[in-house]
Structure formats: C-alpha cells, structure tokens
C-alpha cells in the first residue's frame, strides 16, 4: 500500500507569506500529526488530528494552523512567515492497536520550507 | 514534561564494526520509537517497542522500561547505514501535547 505523501517537497516563499502544506497518509488510518525539524531544535511535534479533529497541540504559536479533512488528508498551513520557521516539516501517519495506547508511526519525506 | 536524551551525539565507524546507540528517556512511556533518516530528510520508522527486544536483519533494538533506557544495536555496519538515528518517545497518556518527543539524534558514519 502506498506511503504517506507530502506535497511539496521544497518550497521557498518570503517573510509575511503564508504557506499550505499537505499530507496524505496512508490508507485506513485516520490519525495524522505534524512535526518541524530544524538543526538548532531537532524533531518537534506541532500537532496531531483525528477524525477531522484536532486532538493534541505541541507548543508553537498561533500562526501554525492546520485542519484534517473526511478522507484523512491533512494540511498545515503557517501564516505571516518568518525566516525561523525554515524547517523540514514530516507528517507521520498513525495507528493505535484498539485498547492499547500502542501507536505506529509512518513518516513521510517531509516539505523543506526555506523563508527568505 | 518527557526528555529524551541521546548518546552519542556523533559516531564513526569502521565498516564491519558492531555500532550501539544508547537512548534513555525521563517519564513513562507506552512505546519508544528507532528512526533513520537519510539525507534529504525521509524518516523511516525502523522499530516501535514497548518491551523486551526487535530483530530486523542487522538491526536489534532493546528496551528496560524499568531502566528507563533503550538501545539500537546494528551487527556487521555496512555504508550505507550511514544515516541519522532517533529515539523517539510515546508518552503515556495524560493530558497535554501527546505527541512524539524525540531525540536529538545520533549522526552515524561508516566508513568503508
């Protein structure tokens, strides 16, 4: 069965911009959360939806948005860009063993942003 | 709040070489994650324990949960496992960001 896709791979866009990313996982699973990578602050988690709902947030400001739609497909969306927000933002795919908190993740290739 | 530490931060190796990467972590978890990343950035989850040990090829990881503590091992390193290895955490659930918290990351070369 087909990965989890992100879409872009690489995108530059300018301070103040804003900025969609998307991600599909992988079929049947109804869980999708997003992580930024930087070199200073390695792997972060941003937040996680289910079922269209957001279900967890990690601690990033306001501008880092994102919404799941009923076929599971995610976007994230960061508005007013600034040049720390480069990243390589990873989408993971997850599913949790039913009565267990057990939850595999599958990661995608990640979308590099560069902010110039 | 979950920490997860990393060592070491770098490793280089001899091909052939028997390589271990030591993860430990602060709080209870459910599951701790092995990924490789590879350049350019794609992660691939290499094992998901939450006890015990996981055998994939040359690939073994170990986890005390009593230690607090986690290990990748990798038998007879090859190149191209030269790659970016990360520990990352489940924590139990509670409240708060339930989300993946990881490690740094240990950069592993082999040289041939």
């Known amino acids: 069965k087909a990965g989890v896709t992100q879409t872009p791979r690489y995108l530059i866009k300018t301070r103040g911009q804003q900025v969609t990313l998307s991600c599909s996982p992988i079929?049947?699973?109804?869980?999708v959360s997003w992580y930024q990578q930087t070199p200073g602050q390695g792997l972060q988690f941003l937040f996680e939806?289910?079922?269209?709902?957001?279900?967890n947030k990690g601690n990033f400001p306001g501008r880092f948005s994102g919404r799941q739609f009923s076929n599971s497909r995610s976007e994230m969306n960061v508005s007013t860009l600034e040049l720390g927000d480069s990243a390589l933002y990873l989408c993971?795919?997850?599913?949790?063993?039913?009565?267990?908190?057990?939850?595999?993740?599958?990661f995608g290739q990640g979308t590099r942003l560069t902010v110039v | 709040k979950n920490e997860v530490e990393q060592s070491p931060q770098n490793l280089t190796a001899q091909e052939g070489e028997f390589i271990t990467i030591n993860c430990s972590y602060s709080?209870?978890?459910?599951?701790l994650h092995w990924l490789q990343q590879h350049p350019g950035g794609g992660i691939v989850s290499l094992f998901m324990?939450?006890?015990g040990k996981k055998k994939h090829g040359r690939l073994i990881a170990t986890i005390n949960i009593q230690e607090k503590h986690s290990s990748l091992h990798i038998t007879a390193s090859h190149p191209r496992d030269s790659a970016v290895y990360i520990c990352?955490?489940?924590?139990?659930?509670?409240?708060?960001?339930?989300?993946?918290?990881f490690g740094k990351g240990t950069h592993l070369i082999i040289q041939p």
């Open positions: 990352a955490a489940t924590p139990l659930s509670g409240g708060g960001a339930d989300g993946l918290t």
């Open positions: 993971a795919s997850t599913k949790t063993k039913v009565g267990t908190a057990y939850t595999e993740a599958f």
């Open positions: 324990l939450s006890s």
């Open positions: 079929s049947g699973h109804r869980s």
């Open positions: 709080v209870g978890i459910s599951a």
């Open positions: 939806y289910f079922s269209e709902t957001q279900r």
